[in-house]
C-alpha cells in the first residue's frame, strides 16, 4: 500500500511539471509565462502539495496473499512548442502584413516602431511621419524606426523583407530604417534619418543642407542609386515634386511661388503656370514665381547647378507675371501671357508665342538657348479670344458656348468633323454687327497688324459653318468646308477641298478675298425638308436611318461605313408611308450636281416603302420590306430579297441597275 500512494505522488509530480513546461516560451534567454506576456501580471506559482500522514495500521488478520496489479503507465509529457519568430518589438510596435495597414502605421497616428512579417508592394507614394519617442517613453530620445525583419532570441536576423513604391518620404526626426530592402527613392526631410544593415534601391533625395549632414549609415548599408541634395532656393513655402500630377498642380494658382521637380519629368497634358505670387511668399517683396529645374550639392556656391532635370510637355503656358524657368531643359512649345518672363541657364526645345507684344517686350533671356523661335502671336486678338493649341480645344472654342474669334497658334490636325456654331458680335459687343473669326496666323509687326508672318494649317474631315458672318483668314485649310449660314468670307485662305453651299442664301452672300478653292465651290441643296436629317459622318448616318432617325436621310460626302446598316423604323411623309436614303445634292431647280457613293459591308431594309435615289451603295443589299425602290441609283453588289413580298414588290426606274444579282433567299422549310 506504501508503495502504491508513493508511485501515484510521483506520477502527479510529472504531470504538473509536463503542464508547467508547454505554457511557456523563450523570448530572449527567460522563460516568459505567456499568459502572464499577454497581460502584463507576474504569475503565482502553485503551492507545492503538503504529504499526508498514513493512519496507524490495525492489525488485521493476514488475507491470502492476491497477486500484485501492474502499475497503470504515465503519460509522457506534451511537447514544448517551438517559439514563434521575434521580432524587435514592444508591446507597442506595430506589426503589419498588407500595405494598408502599413500606411497606418508609418502615419502620425501610427506607432513609434513598424515592423512587418512579409515582403510589401505598393503604386502608393509613402510618407513616414510624426514625433515619437523611443518605446514610446516621453523621458527618452525621439526616434522611429521601420524594421523589416525578424530576429531569434539573440537578436540574430532571420529574416530579411523588401518595401517596394515609388517614394518614402521621411519626415519623422531621428528615423531608422534597420535590415530591410526599399526599392524606390527616398526624400528626407527630416534630420538625423539613419541606414543600419540596410538596402535602398534607389536614390536618396535630401530636402535641406541639414538633412544631408545629419545623415548616416553603417558599412552594411548601400544606397544603389545617388545621394542627392534637393537643395534649390527652396523655403518652408516651396513645392518640390517628382510626379507630372504633382507638378502640375504645384504650378496652379492654388500652387506655390517656387516649383522644383526632383527628377526628369514627361507629360501628355498641357501645363499652366497660373496665379499671382511674391518673392518667397512675403507679400512685401516684388511679384515673383519660379520653376527650378535643377539641384545642387555645393552649400558654398548656391548658383551651381549640380543636377539638372528636362520638363517635356506639349505646352506650357505662363501667366503668372515674374515668371522665371531656371537650370533645365524644357521639350515643347512655351506661350508666354504675362509679363517678365525669364529664361536662366535654360535650354527650350520647341518655339516661344507671346501673346501680347507686352509679353515679348518684358522677355529677358539669361545664358539660355532657344532652338525654335520667338514668335509673337498677336492675332488681332482682346481678352475674349480664344488662344489654342489642340484640336479639342479648338473644337470647343468654335462652338456655341466658345469665343468670337478662334486663334490656334499651331497646326493643328483631327479626324472629327468641326463645327462653328453659335451667334456671336464683333469683338463680343453686341452694339456691332455678327461676326465669328478663325484666324489661322500671327504676325511679328506691330506697326502692320495685315502682315501675317505665320500661318497654320489646319486639317479635318470637315468644317461646317452655321455661325453667320464667318471669317476663315491667313492660313491653309485641308477637307472639305459646308456652308450653312450667310455672308461665310475667305481672306488670304488656300482650301484644299470643297465648298458646298447648303442653301442659296449661304452660295449668294460668300466672299473670297485673295483666296483659293482647290476643289468645287457647289450649291449642295439636298432633297431635304424640314425634317431631313443632313449627315456627313458614319454616326450621324446610322442614327439617321435608325427607327429614331428621319424619314429622309441625306448625305452631303461620300461615306466609307465598316459596320453592316439597318433602314428601320415606320415614317410617313405628307401622311404617306416613305423612307428616303437620298444620295445626291441639287440645285433651286431640283437639278442634280453631285451624285455621292456609300460603302458598307450590308444594308438591310427594313422600312416600308423605302428608296435609295440619286447615287451609288457598294455593299450587298438585303429587303425584307415591301415596296422597296432605286430611283437613279446603282446598287454595285447583290440584292437579296428576305421574303416573296420584297421580291414581289421591287421596283427600280430605267435610270437605276445592280452590278450583282437579284435573289430570293428562301428560307428553309421547317
Known amino acids: ?22 505554457d511557456t516560451m523563450t523570448v530572449g534567454s527567460t522563460g516568459v509565462d505567456v499568459v502572464a506576456a499577454a497581460t502584463g501580471t507576474t504569475p503565482t506559482p502553485a503551492p507545492a502539495p503538503k504529504p499526508t500522514p498514513a493512519p496507524a495500521p490495525k492489525p488485521t488478520p493476514a488475507p491470502a496473499p492476491k497477486p500484485t496489479p501492474a502499475p497503470a503507465p504515465i503519460p509522457a509529457p506534451a511537447p514544448t512548442p517551438a517559439p514563434k519568430p521575434v521580432v524587435d518589438a514592444v508591446t507597442t510596435a506595430s506589426l503589419v502584413n498588407n500595405v494598408a495597414a502599413f500606411e497606418k502605421a508609418i502615419s502620425k497616428d501610427g506607432t513609434w516602431i513598424i515592423t512587418t512579417l512579409n515582403d510589401l508592394t505598393t503604386n502608393k507614394e509613402l510618407v513616414l511621419d510624426g514625433e515619437f519617442h523611443d518605446k514610446n517613453d516621453a523621458t527618452k530620445p525621439l526616434k522611429r524606426k521601420i524594421g523589416l525583419y525578424t530576429q531569434d532570441e539573440n537578436k540574430k536576423v532571420t529574416a530579411r523583407f523588401s518595401l517596394t513604391a515609388p517614394k518614402l518620404t521621411i519626415k519623422s526626426p531621428n528615423a531608422l530604417l534597420q535590415s530591410s530592402t526599399f526599392n524606390g527613392d527616398i526624400y528626407v526631410r527630416a534630420a538625423n534619418f539613419q541606414l543600419k544593415d540596410a538596402v535602398v534601391n534607389g536614390n536618396v533625395y535630401f530636402v535641406t543642407q541639414e538633412a544631408k549632414d545629419t545623415f548616416v549609415m553603417d558599412a552594411k548599408s548601400k544606397v544603389n542609386g545617388q545621394q542627392i541634395l534637393a537643395d534649390v532656393d527652396v523655403v518652408a513655402t516651396a513645392s518640390l515634386v517628382h510626379d507630372a500630377d504633382a507638378f502640375a498642380k504645384a504650378l496652379s494658382a492654388d500652387g506655390t511661388w517656387i516649383v522644383c521637380p526632383l527628377r526628369d519629368l514627361t507629360t501628355d497634358k498641357d501645363l499652366v503656370v497660373e496665379g499671382t505670387f511674391y518673392d518667397k511668399n512675403d507679400t512685401t517683396k516684388a511679384l515673383k514665381r519660379k520653376i527650378g529645374l535643377y539641384t545642387h550639392n555645393d552649400p558654398a556656391d548656391k548658383k551651381k547647378a549640380t543636377h539638372s532635370f528636362t520638363l517635356t510637355a506639349p505646352s506650357l503656358t505662363i501667366k503668372s507675371p515674374s515668371t522665371t524657368l531656371q537650370y533645365g531643359t524644357f521639350v515643347g512649345d512655351i506661350y508666354v501671357r504675362a509679363d517678365n518672363f525669364n529664361l536662366t541657364n535654360t535650354k527650350v526645345v520647341g518655339n516661344i508665342y507671346f501673346v501680347t507684344q507686352s509679353a515679348k517686350d518684358t522677355f529677358t533671356n539669361t545664358n539660355s538657348t532657344v532652338e525654335g523661335k520667338l514668335i509673337l502671336a498677336d492675332v488681332d486678338v482682346v481678352a475674349t479670344a480664344s488662344l489654342v493649341h489642340d484640336a479639342d480645344a479648338f473644337a470647343s472654342a468654335i462652338g456655341k458656348s466658345g469665343t468670337w474669334i478662334i486663334a490656334p497658334l499651331r497646326d493643328l490636325t483631327t479626324d472629327k468633323a468641326l463645327v462653328v456654331n453659335g451667334t456671336f458680335h464683333d469683338k463680343n459687343d453686341p452694339t456691332k454687327a455678327l461676326k465669328r473669326k478663325i484666324g489661322l496666323y500671327t504676325h511679328n509687326n506691330p506697326a502692320d497688324k495685315k502682315i501675317a508672318t ?18 476663315l483668314q491667313y492660313g491653309f485649310f485641308n477637307g472639305d ?34 483666296s483659293t478653292v482647290t476643289g468645287e465651290k457647289v450649291l449642295m441643296q439636298p432633297d431635304v425638308v424640314t425634317s431631313a436629317s443632313l449627315v456627313d459622318t458614319a454616326a450621324a448616318f446610322e442614327n439617321g436611318i435608325s427607327k429614331n432617325g428621319a424619314w429622309i436621310t441625306s448625305v452631303v460626302r461620300d461615306l466609307v461605313i465598316n459596320n453592316e446598316l439597318v ?11 416613305a423612307r428616303k436614303i437620298a444620295l445626291y445634292s441639287q440645285d433651286e431647280k431640283r437639278n442634280v450636281t453631285r451624285r455621292f457613293t456609300l460603302t458598307a459591308p450590308k444594308l438591310t431594309i427594313n422600312s416600308p416603302m423605302a428608296r435609295i435615289q440619286g447615287g451609288t451603295f457598294k455593299g450587298n443589299v438585303y429587303v425584307s420590306s415591301a415596296n422597296f425602290q432605286l430611283v437613279n441609283a446603282t446598287i454595285d453588289g447583290n440584292v437579296i430579297f428576305l421574303n416573296e413580298e420584297a421580291k414581289n414588290t421591287f421596283s427600280m426606274d430605267a435610270d437605276s441597275s445592280v452590278t450583282g444579282a437579284m435573289n430570293y433567299f428562301k428560307p428553309k422549310a421547317e
Open 481 to 514: 468646308i459646308y456652308v450653312e449660314a450667310a455672308n461665310f468670307n475667305l481672306t488670304n485662305i488656300k482650301v484644299t477641298g470643297n465648298v458646298y453651299f447648303t442653301t442659296q442664301i449661304a452660295k449668294d452672300t460668300f466672299t473670297m478675298v485673295n
Open 1 to 22: 500500500m506504501r508503495k502504491l500512494l508513493a508511485m501515484t505522488l510521483a506520477a502527479s509530480l510529472v504531470l504538473s511539471s509536463a503542464v508547467y513546461a508547454a
Open 567 to 577: 433602314l428601320d423604323g415606320e415614317f410617313t411623309n405628307k401622311d404617306k408611308p
Open 454 to 471: 505665320h500661318s497654320f494649317t489646319l486639317t479635318a474631315p470637315s468644317l461646317t459653318i452655321k455661325s453667320p458672318s464667318t471669317t
